[in-house]
């Protein structure tokens, strides 16, 4: 039977009978002496077990009304049944299911499934027999803690979108969005009401309403195979906006100094077979970490994303597919986070490429252009700022342990000549490191390790007002904190219903190196480290 990204690990599992289902084969396992039966179709697209859970692949499902093994004999294609639910990180469904309950694993990645034998048991007694409990077998009996069991999110109901007409679906067009608030809490209350360099959720034991997003977008669907044209636009209102803009676009609409609005996307794309073009305004490729707190598992950004790498471009950006396993890619565009002259009269390049084989992917984009400096040289009139020459890659690696759990690596290095006050050069480098945990279909867990380094001190520090965002407000401290950051951050991701869910992050945060103008960079400028605790609530509609 082909490989799929099981939803329940039934563990040994061995084919008992086989039928022709709508032209593919057909196959019905079940594990050993347990009583659950599972189906699958033979090329991996879709799973069952009696437990009625529904699969969500191209709007189809499988389903029978079993109770044991014993009554498979009986079982015929009339069990059958149309049917449609959620499995977090499905590589069939990834385009739509993400839309409205985004998975944990980078597109370039692999699927994981949504929880293993655990969700098998429904009473502590259950948990015991089939060691699933916080202590495994026997070290407390059976009287021991049991994991939260039987919690399929299909049992909870569909997922919904405000807007999902058939006039929609016929033309394959998503509308969908989400509403996302967080508060921090960080012990050392800082005067300034910052957490220092953190971003997005900045404000210190301050309740903020970080993003209403809302996206349209019809994706492209040629299979590899003549001409299609989809789009995309999303708007972005919140205190996340203040870093998500660009030099003449959001610079002229009147923002606040923490709320107001950004369009962190509009662009249109089309296809022909395997080559794949975009033109417009689009999310940066670079990394791990995305544009949309909904798009990553942690609510607060990486080092290496906020102040290394780009958020946005203005121009074009081509992909073509040379294999199942190749990507290569590239494009021309107005430079980092720029939508006119107005903040970069200059042009840039992009470069990327992708190898998926297996469990493991690896994923290489290059930016290269004249960008912004500090000291003045190549001096322009009207952003009145001197540009110098920019590189930037990062390389993010992926590697699926296990249906439920997928490790990231990410590697940043970027230079700068001429970038420094003093006319030297600028480099900034990092590693972030990522594991991911499905321990439920409602219940994930991950842990970051990051280590950022800010090789002159151009980076990490005041980054509001920005060409982007003239009127927002922000941390008032560096650049100039040249040294090295470290981050241990660790939480869960709870789903209460599949269209809720809240995420606990408990981030401590560490500065090595010498202090812009005598601050530090943490608690108003008096400490060189942090602990904080983010909790945070998503709604996606």
């Known amino acids: 039977m082909a490989e799929c990204a099981w939803l329940w690990r039934l563990d040994p599992i061995s084919p008992i009978q086989k039928w022709p289902s709508d032209g593919r084969g057909f196959w019905l396992t079940a594990i050993n002496g347990a009583g659950i039966v599972t189906l699958a179709y033979e090329d991996g697209t879709m799973l069952w077990n009696s437990r009625l859970w529904l699969s969500k692949v191209r709007g189809w499902a499988a389903g029978a009304l079993v109770a044991s093994s014993a009554l498979i004999g009986s079982l015929t294609p009339n069990d059958l049944f149309a049917g449609e639910s959620y499995f977090i990180g499905d590589e069939t469904a990834a385009a739509s299911a993400s839309d409205v309950q985004p998975s944990i694993v980078p597109s370039k990645g692999m699927a994981m ?15 015991c027999d089939s060691g699933c409990g916080i202590f495994g077998h026997g070290l407390l009996g059976c009287r021991q803690i049991c994991w939260p069991c039987g919690c399929a999110l299909s049992d909870l109901g569909e997922s919904h979108r405000l807007l999902d007409t058939c006039c929609m679906q016929e033309r394959g067009v998503i509308a969908a969005g989400w509403l996302a608030a967080g508060y921090v809490w960080n012990p050392y209350q800082p005067a300034d009401r910052f957490n220092g360099p953190m971003t997005w959720n900045d404000r210190a034991n301050e309740l903020q309403m970080n993003e209403f997003y809302y996206y349209l977008h019809k994706p492209i669907n040629n299979d590899g195979c003549g001409f299609d044209w989809g789009y995309r636009a999303d708007m972005q209102y919140g205190t996340n906006y203040r870093w ?3 030099a003449g676009l959001e610079s002229h609409i009147n923002n606040g100094q923490f709320y107001g609005l950004a369009l962190p996307q509009f662009y249109g794309e089309v296809a022909y077979n395997d080559f794949t073009t975009k033109i417009g305004h689009f999310v940066s490729p670079v990394g791990f970490y995305a544009v949309g707190t909904a798009n990553n598992f942690f609510p607060v950004l990486p080092y290496t994303f906020q102040y290394g790498e780009p958020f946005t471009h203005t121009g074009f950006l081509s992909n073509y597919k040379v294999d199942d396993e190749t990507n290569i890619g590239g494009g021309m565009t107005h430079g980092w ?5 107005s903040g970069n009269p200059n042009m840039g390049a992009i470069v990327t490429a992708s190898k998926t084989r297996g469990d493991n992917s690896l994923a290489y984009v290059g930016v290269y252009g004249r960008e912004p400096n500090l000291s003045g040289t190549n ?11 920019r590189y930037l890659q990062t390389l993010v690696y992926t590697h699926k342990y296990s249906d439920d759990i997928v490790g990231i690596l990410q590697s940043d290095f970027g230079v700068q000549g001429d970038a420094r006050p003093n006319g030297g050069t600028a480099r900034w480098y990092g590693m972030n490191g990522y594991l991911y945990w499905n321990q439920t279909c409602r219940l994930q867990w991950g842990l970051n390790g990051e280590w950022f380094r800010d090789d002159g001190g151009t980076r990490v520090g005041q980054v509001l007002p920005s060409f982007g965002s003239p009127n927002a407000r922000g941390l008032a401290r560096g650049p100039g904190f040249d040294g090295t950051f ?3 951050m660790f939480g869960p991701k709870y789903f ?3 269209n809720i869910y809240s995420r606990i992050a408990i981030a401590a945060d560490a500065y090595d190196g010498s202090n812009a103008g005598g601050l530090r960079p943490y608690d108003d400028g008096r400490r060189n480290h ?5 909790f945070d609530a998503v709604a996606t509609f």
């Open 113 to 127: 499934g949504g929880g293993g034998a655990c969700d098998q048991c429904g009473t502590c007694d259950d948990c």
């Open 244 to 246: 998500n803009t660009e």
């Open 337 to 341: 986070d720029n939508f006119d002259n």
């Open 379 to 389: 001096f322009v009139p009207g952003p009145n700022v001197g540009f110098s020459t």
């Open 486 to 488: 470290y981050r241990l």
């Open 496 to 498: 209460i219903t599949p």
């Open 530 to 534: 942090q602990q904080v605790m983010v």
